[in-house]
């Protein structure tokens, strides 16, 4: 078994350079398949505008002219404009008022050109009035002006007139004296239609959000639900009862086990999907309300980005699997774990956050701006898509190039002071296990007394000399490079009272024993990991107790 799996990481090392590259390949494919496909929907993008057409209007006057001498004139309808029209009044619900009083200003003139309009006058066979929309959300106004020539009427729409209107497509007719005018059968629908744009009050907005979000909220509760089993059921008690940081269950997914550290990858791959998530919903519930199409929303590329997230966490879990995790850095896990590299800062992940952070907001407020009108989710540019490939493959870089960082499993005390006054020859130290240890010679260590609110004493400080270092167990992963485990020995410590040198032991044993001694251990490259008693790490078990050679 054990030369299984032996045989199996040399293969996977083998392997790893062409597998990184085929991951490397996969997020740019993807980001160019994005770039096709927002360039493509880009272009299929443009207004429409609507022309008048004046087809059918010779022969309607000529037919006019022909009969004038032996029917009556009918009068009848040929355009409308505008075709398009914009009201600044505020569309709300109709569960949601919407005060329109600062609007009273607001106006439209309508025109519509025809055919034998009547002079306007008392008499109620002559009595004009123009609609817009269907029952029971219909603009009627009798604010008409007819032209000399009788072919065109001016219909002005006042603010109280226009708030019945919902945004969309409605039909306009004309009624003279109470009758429906005459339509030519040639002029297209549309021909006889008008689109009302017109924004959406903020109570709107929040109330779609408000639900979007809810519905969210319901998905995350279900795994959050979900993380919190799984955290209960894995944890072992020797850990649910020592005082180590306690996580929440969102917490709990961004955990890298391995290292006690946030993930960035994961918490990148949580970011983009709770994003998607919300930004679907949002406009699926807020078009189909507001604008009452109700069907499936594109993702306009978005799904490229949501694979290259995808991708990102894979080819991030190989890279840590067979090229070495990072540092676990500080005791407890932190939010700045997704900047740092074992306690040290590194660029690639910082410029990795960045720019999620300015899309994933971007995204949102261009959402909520444009979704009374849109049609699919904001269209991503191309560069944006080439920017997050090259970003993803920056991060994945870093974690190849870089070299695994330092991990404390466990730290064992020599058995007992007072057997150095018993047997002299005994020598008192502490034995460090763990993974990627530097070799003695390249590693630094410092100790430190904690008080009970577990703040450093930094009087107490000591950094242990490269003398009073050795190395117990060689990494056979890495030979000449790394350790697994490293023994400090007390004797001879520059830092220690000459006089009370076994009282200081005695005390030493104390505060260890009472998890009040920190413990950072730092390699050569500057990566660290911190080890107080409190942190051990999570779903391992304590491992059993080192024998000292």
């Given at each position: 078994?054990?030369?299984?799996?032996?045989?199996?990481?040399?293969?996977?090392?083998?392997?790893?350079?062409?597998?990184?590259?085929?991951?490397?390949?996969?997020?740019?494919?993807?980001?160019?398949?994005?770039?096709?496909?927002?360039?493509?929907?880009?272009?299929?993008?443009?207004?429409?505008?609507?022309?008048?057409?004046?087809?059918?209007?010779?022969?309607?006057?000529?037919?006019?002219?022909?009969?004038?001498?032996?029917?009556?004139?009918?009068?009848?309808?040929?355009?409308?404009?505008?075709?398009?029209?914009?009201?600044?009044?505020?569309?709300?619900?109709?569960?949601?008022?919407?005060?329109?009083?600062?609007?009273?200003?607001?106006?439209?003139?309508?025109?519509?050109?025809?055919?034998?309009?009547?002079?306007?006058?008392?008499?109620?066979?002559?009595?004009?009035?123009?609609?817009?929309?269907?029952?029971?959300?219909?603009?009627?106004?009798?604010?008409?002006?007819?032209?000399?020539?009788?072919?065109?009427?001016?219909?002005?729409?006042?603010s109280e007139q226009l708030k019945k209107l919902s945004r969309g497509t409605h039909?306009?007719?004309?009624?003279?004296?109470?009758?429906?005018?005459?339509?030519?059968?040639?002029?297209?629908?549309?021909?006889?239609?008008?689109?009302?744009?017109?924004?959406?009050?903020?109570l709107t907005t929040f109330l779609m959000f408000a639900i979007a979000a809810f519905?969210?909220?319901?998905?995350?509760?279900?795994?959050?639900?979900?993380?919190?089993?799984?955290?209960?059921?894995?944890?072992?008690?020797?850990?649910?009862?020592?005082?180590?940081?306690?996580?929440?269950?969102?917490?709990?997914?961004?955990?890298?086990?391995?290292?006690?550290?946030?993930?960035?990858?994961?918490?990148?791959?949580?970011?983009?999907?709770?994003?998607?998530?919300?930004?679907?919903?949002?406009?699926?519930?807020?078009?189909?309300?507001?604008?009452?199409?109700?069907?499936?929303?594109?993702?306009?590329?978005?799904?490229?980005?949501?694979?290259?997230?995808?991708?990102?966490?894979?080819?991030?879990?190989?890279?840590?699997?067979?090229?070495?995790?990072?540092?676990?850095?500080?005791?407890?896990?932190?939010?700045?774990?997704?900047?740092?590299?074992?306690?040290?800062?590194?660029?690639?992940?910082?410029?990795?956050?960045?720019?999620?952070?300015?899309?994933?907001?971007?995204?949102?407020?261009?959402?909520?701006?444009?979704?009374?009108?849109?049609?699919?989710?904001?269209?991503?540019?191309?560069?944006?898509?080439?920017?997050?490939?090259?970003?993803?493959?920056?991060?994945?870089?870093?974690?190849?190039?870089?070299?695994?960082?330092?991990?404390?499993?466990?730290?064992?005390?020599?058995?007992?002071?007072?057997?150095?006054?018993?047997?002299?020859?005994?020598?008192?130290?502490?034995?460090?296990?763990?993974?990627?240890?530097?070799?003695?010679?390249?590693?630094?260590?410092?100790?430190?007394?904690?008080?009970?609110?577990?703040?450093?004493?930094?009087?107490?400080?000591?950094?242990?000399?490269?003398?009073?270092?050795?190395?117990?167990?060689?990494?056979?992963?890495?030979?000449?490079?790394?350790?697994?485990?490293?023994?400090?020995?007390?004797?001879?410590?520059?830092?220690?009272?000459?006089?009370?040198?076994?009282?200081?032991?005695?005390?030493?044993?104390?505060?260890?024993?009472?998890?009040?001694?920190?413990?950072?251990?730092?390699?050569?490259?500057?990566?660290?990991?911190?080890?107080?008693?409190?942190?051990?790490?999570?779903?391992?078990?304590?491992?059993?107790?080192?024998?000292?050679?």
């Amino acid at each position: 078994m054990r030369l299984f799996k032996i045989s199996w990481k040399r293969i996977s090392k083998r392997y790893y350079y062409p597998l990184l590259s085929l991951g490397l390949a996969c997020i740019l494919l993807l980001t160019s398949v994005g770039l096709g496909e927002a360039q493509q929907n880009s272009s299929t993008i443009a207004p429409t505008n609507t022309n008048s057409n004046q087809t059918g209007t010779t022969t309607s006057i000529q037919q006019t002219s022909n009969e004038t001498l032996t029917i009556p004139r009918v009068t009848s309808i040929r355009s409308i404009s505008p075709k398009e029209f914009y009201i600044s009044i505020p569309q709300s619900l109709p569960f949601v008022q919407q005060d329109i009083r600062r609007y009273k200003q607001e106006k439209l003139n309508l025109v519509v050109t025809g055919d034998n309009f009547p002079k306007p006058d008392n008499l109620l066979r002559n009595k004009i009035e123009v609609k817009i929309g269907n029952p029971p959300d219909i603009a009627t106004t009798t604010n008409v002006k007819v032209t000399e020539d009788r072919r065109a009427i001016f219909a002005t729409f006042s603010s109280e007139q226009l708030k019945k209107l919902s945004r969309g497509t409605h039909p306009v007719s004309v009624e003279v004296g109470g009758n429906a005018t005459n339509i030519d059968p040639q002029l297209p629908d549309d021909r006889l239609q008008v689109m009302v744009m017109r924004p959406v009050s903020g109570l709107t907005t929040f109330l779609m959000f408000a639900i979007a979000a809810f519905i969210t909220l319901i998905l995350v509760v279900i795994i959050y639900a979900l993380a919190t089993q799984s955290k209960q059921a894995h944890l072992p008690s020797l850990l649910k009862e020592s005082k180590r940081k306690n996580l929440n269950s969102l917490e709990w997914l961004l955990l890298d086990r391995q290292t006690n550290t946030f993930s960035l990858a994961r918490a990148q791959f949580i970011w983009w999907l709770t994003i998607i998530v919300f930004g679907y919903l949002f406009l699926f519930i807020g078009r189909g309300s507001i604008q009452g199409v109700w069907e499936f929303i594109p993702l306009s590329g978005f799904g490229y980005t949501f694979l290259i997230s995808l991708v990102t966490l894979v080819t991030a879990q190989a890279t840590s699997t067979i090229r070495g995790s990072k540092g676990s850095g500080e005791v407890n896990p932190a939010w700045s774990d997704l900047v740092v590299h074992g306690g040290v800062v590194a660029l690639e992940r910082v410029q990795q956050v960045v720019w999620n952070l300015i899309i994933g907001i971007a995204f949102i407020v261009i959402l909520l701006v444009t979704y009374t009108t849109a049609s699919s989710l904001p269209t991503i540019p191309s560069e944006i898509l080439v920017l997050m490939g090259i970003s993803a493959g920056g991060y994945i870089g870093g974690k190849a190039v870089r070299k695994p960082g330092p991990n404390i499993s466990q730290v064992v005390l020599w058995d007992n002071p007072e057997d150095l006054i018993t047997n002299p020859d005994l020598t008192p130290h502490l034995t460090l296990a763990g993974e990627h240890f530097s070799q003695a010679g390249g590693v630094i260590v410092q100790m430190v007394y904690l008080d009970e609110y577990k703040n450093e004493k930094q009087e107490t400080r000591i950094e242990i000399k490269q003398d009073n270092i050795c190395t117990l167990e060689p990494d056979p992963e890495h030979p000449g490079e790394f350790c697994r485990k490293l023994q400090i020995n007390f004797s001879g410590l520059n830092a220690l009272p000459e006089d009370d040198w076994l009282e200081w032991l005695q005390v030493f044993s104390e505060n260890f024993t009472a998890q009040r001694v920190k413990i950072t251990l730092i390699n050569a490259d500057g990566q660290r990991a911190v080890w107080d008693g409190s942190n051990p790490v999570p779903e391992r078990r304590k491992a059993p107790s080192l024998q000292s050679t």
